[in-house]
């Protein structure tokens, strides 16, 4: 099952994906949805109308996520591109919920970085109150998985040490373009990074060095995971800082990120002009 987050006139709806259709679930977010114990049953009912939806009414799927925790070096591709050692435990760090759009919405790229790189990500949704999870419980835990791009200012993000100044920019994080329930996505899907159509990352998730249920389970160790919450994977080799010489997200592109069976985020580029002082 597949299921959207809507934006209309009236507000926020939830719908359910079928066969290119959108299946008015009510008012409201996906996220919201999640907070019943039901939710699968709610997500399922049928004789809902259907929703006009153009690609930029889709909002980001769980907009108000509580905590996005997000995996740094944790596809073997990118930890040797990046010249690292495999680690031994997952890397964290943290965005905010002002870092969202939508899967087809603008990303801006800000004045104060000319360095703004590509991650194509595979985010984990979870479904339940989960605390101290063994691998098992982790599992059941999860709702599902959408796909995010964790756009990075590279030149803010190494001026320390620690990541998070270059990680959560205001609107730089497209997500979406829906949850797809957990029993439906294949261990090896597919995950790719497109702009203007040149390929520039292209693997499998089966490259994680620590998978969804890993993560659910280390990450719950240390702090209550909630419906609604995100955890975005890592993501593949092939990342634009890396590259000999590097390359960085430029004006007038579209940038493209698709998990196989979930769906593709499609985000023209835009450069913010010049910020002036009076």
């Known amino acids: 099952m597949k299921l959207a987050t809507v934006r209309t006139a009236d507000g926020l709806r939830t719908a359910r994906v079928e066969d290119g259709q959108y299946v008015d679930l009510g008012p409201g977010d996906v996220g919201s ?3 019943h114990d039901d939710w699968r049953t709610r997500a399922a009912a049928t004789g809902g109308a259907t929703l006009a939806v153009e690609p930029t009414d889709l909002a980001p799927v769980i907009p108000h996520p509580g905590k996005i925790v997000c995996v740094g070096l944790n596809y ?19 965005k905010f919920t002002e870092t969202l759009i939508g899967p087809y919405d603008t990303l801006t790229l800000p004045p104060e970085s000319p360095t703004v790189d590509w991650e194509a990500e595979l985010v984990v949704v979870v479904g339940k ?25 590279r030149d803010w993000q190494f001026r320390t040490k620690e990541w998070l100044q270059g990680k959560t920019w205001e609107a730089s994080t497209p997500l979406g373009p829906c949850l797809l329930t957990a029993d439906e996505l294949a261990h090896d899907a597919a995950i790719s990074c497109e702009i203007d159509g040149e390929s520039l990352q292209k693997s499998t998730i089966a490259d994680l060095l620590f998978d969804a249920a890993d993560l659910v389970s280390y990450i719950s160790t240390m702090i209550t995971l909630n419906p609604g919450d995100l955890i975005a994977t890592g993501t593949t080799g092939g990342v634009g800082h890396a590259r000999k010489p590097p ?4 004006d007038g592109q579209t940038l493209v990120t698709t998990v196989e069976g979930i769906g593709t985020l499609s985000n023209p580029v835009r450069r913010a002009p010049e910020s002036t002082s009076a």
């Open 76 to 94: 073997r591709t990118h930890i040797t591109e990046m010249g690292r050692d495999l680690p031994e435990h997952p890397t964290l760090f943290a």
């Open 33 to 35: 949805l999640l907070a």
């Open 129 to 153: 109150r989960v605390r101290r999870a063994d691998r098992a419980t982790a599992e059941a835990a999860i709702a599902g998985y959408t796909v995010m791009n964790d756009v990075s200012m």
């Open 247 to 250: 390359r960085y997200l430029q």
